[in-house]
């Protein structure tokens, strides 16, 4: 399978406590993001990375969090000091933007991945 | 970003053809219009793009009149494995580098 792949699929900890989700985009794909979704709600944008470079980050994303992507491939999400309202799943997608294109004639598509549902207790 | 809006729910019966309508009123002109389509427990699937006129693929048409402020989904003779949550979003052409999802659309198909 060639998707983006997540894991865990699901993580239960205790408030307080730190936890780490990893994706790993499709491979050749130089655009990797994160999202958080709340149910009955859609995906919310947390931060994205060109290759090895976290690009932009939403204010959704609090100093607890931290994502990387060493080496322009699989990313790590790390979300310290567990709070009950971190419960969420979080969503990892790529794309591939084709920095050499002088005109892109239509809108980016992402690929997700299956997500990690994460409880807080 | 463009704001979309969409019905919260629809309900259909197998072998319906439904139709989803989003309303983008402020759409720019580099915009496009995707939709996305998500079951429980997964990530959402690209359904369709389009920037005007008809697009069709393998899964679904999308409609798009000439002022571009409303897209039409269509999904021709819906199952049960259609039951989802489908959302409509305005992407930019080129690297829109976030997708502003809504709420969506909850689609349930009854036998």
């Known amino acids: 399978d060639t998707g983006v792949s997540q894991n865990p699929r699901h993580k239960i900890t205790k408030r307080g406590q730190n936890v780490t989700f990893r994706c790993d985009p499709i491979?050749?794909?130089?655009?990797l993001y994160w999202y958080r979704q709340t149910l009955g709600q859609g995906p919310e944008f947390l931060t994205y990375?060109?290759?090895?470079?976290?690009?932009?980050k939403s204010r959704l994303l609090s100093d607890r969090f931290s994502a990387e992507r060493p080496k322009g491939s699989f990313s790590t999400l790390e979300i310290q000091r567990t709070e009950q309202g971190d419960s969420a799943m979080y969503l990892c997608?790529?794309?591939?933007?084709?920095?050499?294109?002088?005109?892109?004639?239509?809108?980016?598509?992402?690929?997700f991945g299956p997500g990690t549902r994460l409880l807080v207790l | 970003l463009a704001k979309t809006t969409q019905p919260i729910s629809m309900d259909s019966y197998e072998g319906q053809e439904v139709n989803i309508t989003c309303s983008h009123n402020?759409?720019?002109?580099?915009?496009?219009i995707t939709w996305y389509q998500q079951f429980p427990s997964q990530g959402p699937r690209f359904i369709i793009q389009?920037?005007?006129t008809k697009v069709t693929n393998e899964v679904a048409s999308l409609f798009i009149p000439a002022d571009r402020k409303s897209s039409t989904l269509s999904l021709p003779r819906v199952s049960l494995s259609d039951t989802a949550v489908y959302y409509c979003?305005?992407?930019?052409?080129?690297?829109?580098?976030?997708?502003?999802f809504g709420s969506g659309t909850q689609l349930t198909v009854l036998p």
């Open positions: 997608a790529s794309s591939f933007d084709d920095v050499t294109a002088r005109v892109t004639l239509s809108g980016e598509t992402q690929y």
């Open positions: 491979s050749e794909h130089n655009r």
């Open positions: 990375f060109q290759n090895e470079a976290q690009l932009e």
């Open positions: 402020n759409i720019a002109t580099n915009d496009y």
């Open positions: 389009g920037y005007k």
């Open positions: 979003l305005v992407v930019p052409s080129g690297s829109a580098r976030q997708l502003t």
